[in-house]
């Protein structure tokens, strides 16, 4: 089978790594990808929102099934377009990607299933936001952008001040453009994140080990929300029994709740969670794969994914054995560029990257890295996802920095503490 992956970040890479595994999977093409995914499978020249470029070329190499990365098309509905051409494709529809691409739908349709959640309000329009926060008690409060922001429409305050300029910003501002025209502010919860990815065909749902990503920019969970850090699997935080709990309380009763509102949802439903001390609350769903959890996932799997999202595509997923997981741990360490997630420079250089692939259990995933005239150089703001097993969490903490230590180019830097949180002092 020929496979088509849309994107050019380091889920992709991951995906076109682990799908080009696949004893059926004869050719793999990335669109547009990265300086990676040229190497372990091939680039075509084709933007993710070229729907019609996408389609035209999924026609003539006979692709027979396209796999989404990234949230952007999604929401645009690219599966949509390639269905109605009869082409298979993973991944939800327009409708269906609203859980992501609407934070204000998204709790509206939690509340209706009730699915545990931050409790919460919608606003339209500035003044009533900003009324609202300033007659309210001064707590700590989270206020959301509804549209899509790269994973960074989210600001987090610890008070009444800090939530009026965080309104100011979002919806006064537009710093994430028109993402901002409706507001969400909610609760703030407390506990430690964890993220839970499930693949579902809209009647069974197959849920992956619990993850533990890593938002804020610096060490300690300090700094401004970036689109992740790195991340870590699985996390000691979430239990068989706590998972059996998300996917009972969390996981099932949003798919019944989709498919009731005639939006049935196939893909993968990524489940943003906050374990408080009353148990998991859902903080936001995305409707893809997620970046970086997807590379310390993948890099466990032993399972044929091709087989998995196939299955899930013809709604067999029922039909499918359990997953097979490599027992050892999984870390990923997202090497940025300097001034990420603000302004940073393109086109650097990048040295060493043999040197760390060459490493006992480690995979350096591409993001933001492009090829100029044979060279590797930077293109974006996360440029690599470092990957590691270990036999302990500790261990492939260990094999993962010494590959960073592996790799150079200016300005480049990442978090020292990722997967700590799981490391028992």
């Not at 693949?199 to 401004?224: E, F, M, N, S, W």
């Not at 899930?312 to 027992?327: F, K, Q, T």
């Not at 993962?400 to 978090?415: D, E, H, N």
């Amino acid at each position: 089978m020929n496979v088509l992956i849309v994107g050019n970040g380091g889920r992709e890479h991951a995906l076109a790594w682990k799908i080009a595994q696949s004893p059926r999977a004869e050719r793999v093409v990335v669109a547009p990808g990265n300086a990676g995914t040229a190497r372990d499978a091939e680039n075509v020249d084709l933007r993710a929102d070229d729907f019609a470029g996408l389609v035209r070329f999924a026609k003539e190499a006979r692709i027979g099934l396209t796999v989404v990365g990234p949230e952007a098309p999604l929401a645009a509905g690219i599966v949509d377009v390639f269905e109605r051409e009869g082409l298979r494709i993973f991944g939800p529809t327009k409708a269906a990607a609203e859980l992501e691409s609407s934070k204000v739908f998204c709790k509206d349709l939690l509340r209706s299933a009730n699915v545990p959640s931050a409790d919460y309000r919608t606003f339209r329009e500035v003044e009533r936001a900003v009324t609202f926060l300033q007659q309210r008690e001064d707590v700590p409060i989270v206020v959301k952008a509804d549209g899509l922001a790269a994973g960074k429409g989210v600001i987090v305050c610890d008070n009444r001040q800090q939530a009026l300029e965080a309104v100011d910003r979002i919806a006064r501002q537009k710093v994430f453009g028109e993402a901002g025209n409706q507001l969400v502010i909610e609760e703030r919860l407390h506990g430690e994140e964890a993220s839970v990815l499930a693949i579902t065909d809209g009647q069974t749902i197959v849920t992956l080990p619990p993850a533990q990503d890593h938002k804020r920019a610096k060490d300690g969970d300090q700094g401004p929300n970036t689109g992740g850090m790195g991340a870590y699997c699985p996390t000691p935080l979430v239990d068989d029994a706590m998972l059996h709990a998300i996917e009972e309380q969390i996981l099932v009763p949003t798919v019944h709740a989709m498919k009731r509102s005639r939006r049935p949802f196939r893909g993968v439903l990524y489940a943003g969670l906050m374990i408080t001390n009353q148990g998991p609350k859902i903080l936001e769903y995305n409707v893809r794969f997620g970046d970086p959890e997807t590379q310390p996932l993948l890099m466990r799997l032993k399972t044929d994914l091709l087989d998995v999202l196939d299955a899930a595509v013809e709604g067999r997923l029922d039909r499918i054995a359990p997953l097979e997981w490599d027992p050892r741990p999984a870390v990923c360490v997202v090497m940025a560029s300097e001034g990420y997630p603000d302004e940073y420079p393109k086109g650097l250089p990048i040295r060493g990257l043999d040197d760390a692939a060459a490493l006992p259990d480690v995979k350096v995933f591409h993001a933001g890295t492009a090829l100029r005239d044979g060279q590797v150089v930077t293109s974006g703001g996360r440029v690599l996802g470092v990957t590691a097993l270990g036999d302990t969490i500790a261990l492939a903490k260990l094999n993962a920095y010494s590959a960073v230590r592996k790799i150079r180019w200016k300005g480049a830097w990442c978090r020292k503490d990722i997967s700590d949180k799981a490391i028992k002092p």
